[in-house]
């Protein structure tokens, strides 16, 4: 994909209030670390995040993303009349249906006119909302878009840390790091014609993309039956006698439902987040080489003609693979996992903003976005900011 007449004309981003640090976490995980004869720092270490944010228990994250957006708006000195295309592009959204994206456009009482849509695709949301509104540019489908983007952890987190409180158990510890490095936030980007951008910065030139969907069930995010855990816990107390009666009970209508007691536990979902972390990190950092050398060839570049890189956030470990597997020095890179932790599709728009905030992004640098999301796929797009 190549691009003509597409500016980013502006990013807006919110963070949540509450500030959790990583010795927060392990302080909730003091049994734990106690059992397993393991020492506090573990997560850090593992991680190199030392802290993240939470929403308030309960914000709507539509509010968040559309607090976002108006800030966007605001930079850009535009109006939401002038929207053609709203897409949210979270991991998190606040129903099935409708789409998020339509609590989003009443906050700020879009166009009637515009389209109004969610994009799903794990990380990458907001990048492939980006290149949904491009293409609508380019065609003469609409000359102003935005993608909208607001993910929660504090949920999943408080989740899998009760789950490991109760279990105890070293091999869950090893599959929820992945999922105690989430944060939260929320982030827009305006996408806009060149005829309508007002500072002509930003160019966004093209991109490319590659997928390895093979590795789907590696990292799982979703809900699941409380049965499971239910049947496990009343095991672990009663026996595995009661444990069978209750699946019994439940699966074949024995005589425990028959005299009305119906316990519906697998009508009762409870979030969970299973993640093979080494799986990912081998075959991500695979694909994304793959999609590397995909992406300097379609601009004819080489390694070292780009000035700076934005990658998707995810851990120090990560970043460390990424970077030296596509030969760029990490003074190219910027960083925010470090404070922000994982915020899914947020984190690489957010962290491109702040990076332009603290001037690390200049006006004429080349700029590589490198995203990757769970599936697995690989968007890597080029701009010049």
């Not at 807006?12 to 995980?29: D, K, M, N, Q």
Request: aromatic share 6%; proline share 4%; glycine share 10%.
């Amino acid at each position: 994909m190549k691009y003509n007449r597409v500016h980013l004309e502006a990013i807006g981003y919110e963070l949540p209030p509450v500030v959790v640090s990583t010795a927060e976490l392990e302080s909730r995980l003091a049994p734990v670390y106690q059992a397993l004869k393991m020492s506090p720092g573990q997560l850090e270490l593992l991680t190199g995040i030392n802290e993240r944010r939470w929403w308030e228990p309960g914000y709507p994250l539509s509010r968040g993303a559309a607090a976002a957006a108006k800030k966007a708006l605001a930079a850009a000195d535009m109006s939401a009349s002038e929207i053609d295309v709203l897409i949210y592009a979270g991991v998190c959204r606040e129903n099935f249906e409708p789409a998020t994206a339509c609590a989003v456009a009443h906050e700020l009482k879009i166009n009637p006119n515009a389209a109004i849509f969610d994009l799903s695709n794990a990380c990458l949301g907001v990048l492939n909302g980006i290149v949904e509104i491009a293409n609508k540019i380019e065609l003469g489908q609409a000359e102003a878009g935005l993608v909208v983007s607001a993910e929660t952890a504090r949920e999943i987190n408080e989740n899998v840390i009760d789950r490991m409180v109760r279990t105890k158990s070293v091999e869950l510890f090893r599959e929820s790091i992945a999922t105690l490095t989430g944060g939260s936030g929320a982030v827009a980007v305006l996408v806009v014609s060149a005829e309508m951008s007002r500072e002509k910065r930003r160019k966004l030139l093209g991109g490319v993309t590659q997928n390895a969907p093979q590795h789907h069930s590696l990292c799982r995010w979703g809900l699941q039956s409380v049965l499971p855990a239910a049947v496990g816990t009343v095991e672990r107390v009663l026996g595995h006698n009661a444990a069978g009666l209750v699946q019994k009970s439940v699966d074949n209508a024995n005589a425990l439902v028959q005299r009305g007691l119906d316990l519906g536990l697998r009508h009762v979902m409870i979030p969970f987040m299973e993640t093979h972390a080494g799986e990912v990190l081998k075959y991500g950092v695979e694909l994304g080489n793959r999609t590397w050398q995909k992406f300097l060839a379609k601009f004819g570049w080489r390694s070292d003609y780009l000035d700076k890189v934005i990658c998707h956030q995810v851990g120090a470990g990560h970043r460390e693979a990424v970077l030296k597997g596509i030969g760029i020095p990490p003074e190219k890179d910027f960083s925010t996992f470090e404070y922000l932790g994982n915020i899914g599709t947020v984190s690489l728009p957010i962290t491109a903003a702040i990076a332009e905030e603290r001037e690390f992004l200049r006006p004429g640098d080349r700029v590589g976005f490198l995203g990757i999301g769970s599936g697995l796929n690989c968007l890597m797009l080029g701009l010049e900011w």
